[in-house]
């Protein structure tokens, strides 16, 4: 596609739900991100794929929070058992992977709110 | 441990002045540094990019400095405008053990710039 998609682009869910949010990349882009944003607050890395490489997922706050991708292409982000400070814009991002250049482009992001 | 540390949360300036935005980090040692814009309610989007070997990069009235020895780099923005109020990020990517660049780009917390008519 000509950019990143991310939906749902608003999710409202009660505590204790399962959510999923998705992130289509720009098409042949290898590497995929996500990153989490409090109100107010920077970028939180969460998890980063590339290619057919173990991910990365040194940025998973906790066990609760999973990201698959499919095919090298679709990413899902899965928040089990939703807690309130769970409450934040989770954005995804692409790149193509350049030895030492890794410019990302990013979605417009999925607002999560948990009641 | 890393970290980046971008100079101030906010920075408010008279539109036609130069805004300069400073980007602080430790233990990195990185190849490159980006800057991102961020609008309210969007993501970011890439402006720049700076290489190690580089000290300065310009782009039309922005211009980046990198100094590897201070580990600083300085984001500036020449006769500024009110369209130019928007988030600021810096950006590293790190390197592990070996010296070799890895994906995952770290961001800095983001400096809110407001231009003043």
């Known amino acids: 596609g000509a950019g990143v998609s991310q939906s749902p682009s608003n999710k409202v869910t009660e505590k204790g739900k399962d959510v999923e949010l998705r992130c289509d990349p720009i098409s042949g882009h290898t590497a995929l991100y996500w990153y989490r944003q409090s109100l107010g607050q920077g970028l939180e890395f969460l998890i980063y794929?590339?290619?057919?490489?173990?991910?990365?997922k040194s940025g998973l706050p906790s066990d609760r929070f999973s990201a698959e991708r499919t095919g090298g292409s679709v990413s899902t982000l899965t928040i089990q058992r939703t807690q309130q400070e769970d409450s934040a814009v989770y954005l995804c991002a692409s790149s193509e992977r350049r030895i030492g250049a890794n410019v990302l482009t990013f979605g417009a992001g999925s607002r999560l709110t948990v009641l | 441990s890393q970290k980046i540390e971008q100079n101030s949360e906010a920075l408010n300036i008279q539109e036609g002045k130069t805004a300069t935005l400073t980007c602080n980090y430790t233990?990195?040692?990185?190849?490159?540094l980006q800057w991102y814009r961020q609008d309210p309610g969007r993501g970011p989007v890439f402006l720049l990019l700076i290489r190690e070997n580089e000290k300065e990069k310009r782009k039309e009235r922005l211009k980046v400095t990198f100094d590897t020895t201070l580990k600083q780099s300085l984001f500036h923005i020449t006769a500024s405008q009110p369209a130019d109020s928007a988030t600021y990020l810096c950006?590293?990517?790190?390197?592990?053990?070996?010296?070799?660049?890895?994906?995952?780009?770290?961001f800095g917390q983001g400096t809110i710039l407001t231009v003043h008519p």
């Open positions: 233990n990195y040692s990185p190849a490159y």
């Open positions: 950006a590293l990517i790190g390197t592990n053990a070996g010296g070799t660049s890895y994906g995952k780009l770290t």
């Open positions: 794929f590339q290619g057919n490489s173990a991910p990365d």
